[in-house]
């Protein structure tokens, strides 16, 4: 059975740094596509940032470009990041992230993907 975890949320002023953390448990796989994804209150879920299973594709939404940065644990290969640098009010929201099997390019396509953690908050301060 899948299973994703985020953990690493929490209050965090803005212009400050917060690394959230994606285990990863279950795949038969070694390697799958990741997805970070993100709802604030009374909006839509959108899409953050998508990484391939080689990790040699990103993709990130324009709200979060350069601020940012999805990568991998590359020693236990399943522990995701999503590291958030100056982030702003606006990026309050519960953050998900999501998985699908290593040919799975739902997120690149702004899909959603099979399996989901249950969020972690995200709250940034003025």
């Known amino acids: 059975q899948v299973k994703l975890v985020e953990s690493g949320g929490g209050l965090v002023h803005a212009g400050g740094s917060l690394r959230l953390s994606c285990a990863v448990s279950?795949?038969?796989?070694?390697?799958?596509?990741i997805g970070w994804f993100r709802q604030a209150p009374g909006k839509e879920r959108e899409r953050v940032s998508c990484?391939?299973?080689?990790?040699?594709?990103?993709?990130y939404a324009d709200s979060v470009q350069g601020r940012f940065t999805i990568s991998r644990d590359d020693a236990k290969n399943t522990v995701y990041y999503l590291q958030m640098n100056s982030p702003k009010p606006e990026d309050t929201a519960v953050y998900y992230c999501?998985?699908?099997?290593?040919?799975?390019?739902?997120?690149?396509?702004?899909?959603?993907?099979?399996?989901w953690g249950k969020g972690t908050l995200v709250t940034v301060s003025s």
């Open positions: 990484i391939s299973s080689s990790g040699g594709s990103i993709l």
């Open positions: 279950g795949f038969t796989l070694d390697h799958y596509t």
């Open positions: 999501a998985a699908g099997d290593r040919y799975d390019t739902r997120c690149f396509e702004g899909r959603d993907m099979d399996y």
